[in-house]
């Protein structure tokens, strides 16, 4: 049993054209992550939400933590070529539990 | 400020074979974790460390994984024998603390292929 799913799988989309992606879980999480994941790479954090209706944002990325802690969205406004990318949301359910991954979302954006 | 480094980046072996994983945190950081990427799948936690300490290896496979970090700074990931089905990413990341309060920086990872 997968406990974050996280949707689309796959996502191509024409530069400027904007996007949401999302996590979901039917359980409730303490605190949930958004990472970036290059080709070749590691993982690299874009955000870390803990409070119920959260807003983040960071330049075009818009991020939203779920008013019950279970779910959480992406959006990229204007998206850009270098926003080409695995994004990955990670989280744990309880303060003391380890972190656990989604699948991931794979993101190309064309020029 | 040098990064996560890990060696050897690619490693191809065969199904029984051991191998071992080399990984260096940034300087200071107390917790480093050991990570599996299997392609398509986001990042799993095989075992955590703070300081020299183990924090979590519940999902470490202990009949044939093992990893030490003796002097609390750099670490060792080992497989033996290794199985068709560890063919994966093997990345790294370490924290000043814990990654709910700082960030996780992750290397590169290793790239293993068990033919």
């Known amino acids: 049993t997968q406990l974050l799913e996280q949707s689309p799988q796959f996502l191509s989309i024409q530069e400027g054209e904007n996007l949401t992606v999302y996590c979901n879980s039917s359980s409730v999480f303490s605190s949930l992550q958004w990472y970036r994941q290059e080709p070749g790479e590691g993982p690299v954090l874009l955000v870390t939400v803990v409070t119920g209706g959260e807003v983040k944002k960071l330049k075009r990325l818009t991020f939203q933590f779920g008013d019950a802690r279970k779910d959480s969205s992406l959006h990229i406004t204007a998206a850009q070529t270098g926003d080409t990318g695995l994004y990955l949301c990670?989280?744990?359910?309880?303060?003391?539990?380890?972190?656990?991954f989604g699948k991931g979302t794979r993101l190309h954006i064309l020029p | 400020e040098a990064g996560v480094a890990q060696s050897p980046r690619y490693k191809i072996i065969e199904k029984r074979q051991s191998v071992a994983f080399w990984c260096n945190p940034i300087s200071g950081h107390a917790t480093l974790y050991w990570y599996q990427q299997i392609l398509g799948q986001g990042p799993k936690l095989l075992i955590q460390?703070?300081?020299?300490?183990?924090?979590?290896d519940s999902q470490l496979p202990k009949d044939r994984f093992s990893a030490e970090r003796l002097k609390g700074v750099d670490s060792t990931l080992k497989i033996q024998p290794a199985k068709l089905e560890d063919s994966a990413v093997y990345l790294c990341?370490?924290?000043?603390?814990?990654?709910?309060?700082?960030?996780?920086?992750f290397g590169p990872g290793t790239r293993l292929t068990v033919l």
């Open positions: 460390f703070q300081n020299n300490g183990v924090v979590d």
């Open positions: 990341a370490s924290s000043l603390v814990d990654w709910r309060r700082d960030e996780q920086f």
């Open positions: 990670a989280g744990a359910m309880n303060r003391d539990d380890k972190i656990i």
